[in-house]
């Protein structure tokens, strides 16, 4: 088989880098370690800035998202007893929409299938050949049988345990990594959200998230340990420590209800350098992850695919190479904006173990400075809305 781009994964940066191509001519084969049905079933973010939203009604995906999603002007932060409402519209003039990642997803497929885009699911022991050659292919399995992909471009959507990255070879490879020293348990329930905005609380007990997909589903975190398990609490557990954890207004009015979906994820920084390695691109997870506070994981890889899709429509389009030669370089400039704001805003709400007085007078004083500066408010609200493509 043949194709101009192979794009390892079906995540949401492989599907709409392959929609963004395909629209324009451009022939994408995706492959994709598991069944479609697993890939809806991941429950994962749900705050898309609004370069991800445009970019999905640039990909004939907007419909849906522009009926059912729900666009945010602000947020709360709360610490303790202080409040501070971060008024998005205000400092920014843009908002972000609530809808879910499953969601994009599932519209992704649904486009990808309309146009008949080639998309293998269940490959396994796929290897990527010949990345620094004129040459490249890819080769996988399917039932026992191996196939093998030449192509023009391989691209890496493969999310953080995929294979594209480790193709690029250790002595060229740069990695920078941060493992924070928790977790975060998240819910979802169907029951009416707490508020009508996002709550980003921190209290004694530690870190706490209310969010939401739609009127009658909520998404709740809280920090838990490093090695704790879905397992071990029960639903009470899960909105007993809640409420201790969110500002007391708010924890009144709680409704609770089963939780539909439970689990744990752990919170890191990584960048792996370069993107690109040959005729190698690395797009989303695959690159770089950031711990969740800040939403920004889903809408940094959407930037990846922006600067990738524009490279590559340039280079069929005009045989021009100024956009890929200038990928990696681009989109590392952005994600590490990303990862110092995600970072920031960890480190600002979460309960350290072995945390000192000191570090509590800084998140302190970090928080008074938010309060009273209308500066730092902007700041907190670029950041969250998402910097410039
Ligand atoms: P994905 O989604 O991991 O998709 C990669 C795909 O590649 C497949 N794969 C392979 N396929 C073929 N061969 C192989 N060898 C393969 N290895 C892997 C996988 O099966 C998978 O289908 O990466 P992608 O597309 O780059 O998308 C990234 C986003 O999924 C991720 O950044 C976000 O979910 C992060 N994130 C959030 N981001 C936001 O922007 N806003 C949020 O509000 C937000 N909340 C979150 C999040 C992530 C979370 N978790 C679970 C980590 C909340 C949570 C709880
Ligand atoms: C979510 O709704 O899943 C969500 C929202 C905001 C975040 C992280 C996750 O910062």
């Given at each position: 088989m043949r194709t101009q781009v192979a794009i390892i994964g079906g995540g949401p940066s492989g599907l709409l880098l392959g929609q963004l191509l395909h629209q324009r001519g451009i022939a994408t084969v995706t492959l994709e370690r598991k069944t479609k049905a697993y890939v809806l079933g991941r429950i994962r973010a749900g705050v898309l800035e609004a370069g991800l939203v445009d970019q999905l009604r640039a990909a004939g995906v907007g419909d849906r998202l522009d009926a059912e999603g729900f666009v945010h002007d602000g947020t709360v932060i709360s610490y303790g007893d202080t409040q501070i409402r971060v008024d998005f519209a205000k400092h920014t003039n843009a908002s972000v929409t609530v809808y879910g990642q499953t969601e994009v997803t599932r519209d992704l497929y649904a486009a990808r299938e309309a146009m008949q885009a080639e998309m293998v699911f269940n490959v396994q022991n796929v290897q990527i050949n010949?990345?620094?050659?004129?040459?490249?292919?890819?080769?996988?399995?399917?039932?026992?049988?191996?196939?093998?992909?030449a192509c023009d471009y391989v691209v890496g959507c493969d999310g953080f345990h995929g294979i594209s990255r480790k193709t690029i070879p250790d002595a060229i490879r740069r990695e920078y990594e941060k493992i924070y020293p928790f977790g975060w348990l998240g819910i979802l329930s169907e029951?009416?959200?707490?508020?009508?905005?996002?709550?980003?609380?921190?209290?004694?007990?530690?870190?706490?998230?209310c969010s939401m997909r739609n009127e009658n589903l909520s998404r709740y975190y809280i920090?838990?340990?490093?090695d704790d398990?879905?397992?071990?609490?029960?639903?009470?557990?899960?909105?007993a420590a809640l409420r201790e954890r969110i500002p007391q207004e708010y924890a009144a009015r709680l409704v609770t209800g089963p939780s539909i979906e439970k689990s744990v994820v752990p919170l890191r920084s990584f960048v792996s350098e370069p993107m690109r390695w040959?005729?190698?691109?690395?797009?989303?997870?695959?690159?770089?992850?950031?711990?969740?506070?800040?939403?920004?994981?889903?809408?940094?890889?959407a930037s990846d695919v922006h600067y990738l899709s524009q490279g590559l429509i340039q280079l069929y389009d005009t045989g021009e190479t100024q956009g890929?030669?200038?990928?990696?370089?681009?989109?590392?400039?952005?994600v590490w904006k990303a990862e110092r704001f995600s970072w920031w805003m960890t480190s600002l709400l979460?309960?350290?173990?072995?945390?000192?007085?000191?570090?509590?007078?800084m998140q302190q004083a970090e928080v008074d400075f938010l309060q009273s500066n209308t500066h730092a408010q902007a700041v907190l609200a670029q950041n969250y809305v998402g910097l410039p493509y």
């Open positions: 010949g990345a620094d050659s004129e040459a490249p292919s890819v080769s996988y399995m399917v039932d026992g049988q191996e196939h093998r992909i029951t009416p959200p707490v508020h009508e905005e996002l709550i980003y609380a921190s209290s004694e007990a530690g870190f706490a998230l920090q838990c340990a490093l398990s879905p397992d071990r609490w029960t639903d009470d557990a899960f909105w040959g005729r190698l691109f690395l797009c989303g997870d695959a690159a770089h992850i950031v711990p969740p506070t800040g939403a920004k994981g889903l809408n940094t890889a890929i030669d200038t990928y990696s370089q681009k989109a590392l400039a952005r979460h309960h350290f173990p072995g945390q000192t007085d000191f570090d509590l007078r």
